[in-house]
């Protein structure tokens, strides 16, 4: 099976050249405006990870159709739900207090795929939904509260967290949240400020603005990773039936698996 401790293909560059990511040690922020291609690169992620050993999926989304394939196979499925987001996020905050203090008890500051500690991947499409749209404000502000301390501190743990919004704003991603991710990739923006709320660093006024992505170029980014430029990039597409294909056969291996696993434990 595939490992979330390897490269992670998710499209080509301009030169035709593989477009890879270490995501298991980074968080990665999608921005873009509705139909530019973010939630291609989401389901991308989602279907390695689907396919990757000893993973775990922790997905939020409030539409419920973007990720809704992968719903069976999910450790968590969050819909339109502020409390139910808030008490997954609070129960991640466990998992990741735990595996620090195994670490620490380890002499150590990070997993390595020696460990055999599941990987669990947050994937969170629409982040407008939960800080700023659903709720109570007292929730919403606990929310993006829960989700920084998660992407802060998740990483190093193996809690890595994607996360995705059409309304790349500073309400909803303040400075102080995207800086905690590492990778960026931004999608056609309707304005040359939505592209540097993504990207960061006026990054816009140096040639690099997701304004100037042609609207029918689907698919097309400025992706920030581990070169500290950003480059342009086409990002892999599954199209429906191939997403569902996908997570119809992996729902059946795991559930075989944990099947085998229950009756060797019994």
């Known amino acids: ?48 990870a689907a396919m990757a050993d000893n993973t775990r999926l922790v997905l939020f989304d409030g539409k419920l159709v973007e990720l809704g394939p992968w719903m069976d196979i999910a450790d968590e499925f969050v819909g339109p739900d502020l409390e139910h987001a808030l008490s997954v996020l609070r129960r991640l905050q466990v998992v990741i207090n735990n595996r620090y203090a195994w670490l620490r008890a380890q002499r150590r500051r990070k997993l390595d795929r020696q460990d055999r500690m599941s990987v669990i991947l947050v994937v969170l499409d629409e982040l407008a939904l939960y800080s700023a749209t659903y709720g109570t404000k007292d929730q919403r502000e606990e929310f993006d509260r829960l989700l920084r301390d998660v992407v802060a501190r998740g990483r190093a743990c193996g809690v890595p967290v994607v996360a995705a919004t059409q309304r790349p704003s500073v309400d909803i991603i303040p400075t102080s949240l995207r800086d905690l991710f590492g990778y960026r990739a931004a999608f056609r923006c309707t304005t040359i400020n939505s592209s540097d709320i993504v990207l960061g660093r006026d990054w816009a006024s140096q ?60």
């Open 1 to 48: 099976m595939l490992s979330m401790f390897d490269p992670m293909f998710i499209g080509i560059d301009e030169f035709g050249q593989a477009v890879t990511l270490d995501l298991v040690f980074h968080n990665i922020l999608v921005g873009g405006e509705p139909g530019g291609g973010k939630s291609g690169l989401l389901n991308t992620i989602t279907a390695y």
């Open 207 to 266: 040639g690099y603005s997701a304004s100037d992505i042609d609207p029918e170029n689907r698919g097309m980014a400025y992706l920030l990773a581990e070169t500290g430029v950003p480059r342009r990039i086409k990002a892999a597409y599954l199209n429906d039936a191939e997403i569902y294909q996908i997570a119809d056969y992996m729902a059946w291996i795991r559930r075989t698996n944990t099947t085998a696993l229950s009756g060797t434990a019994a």
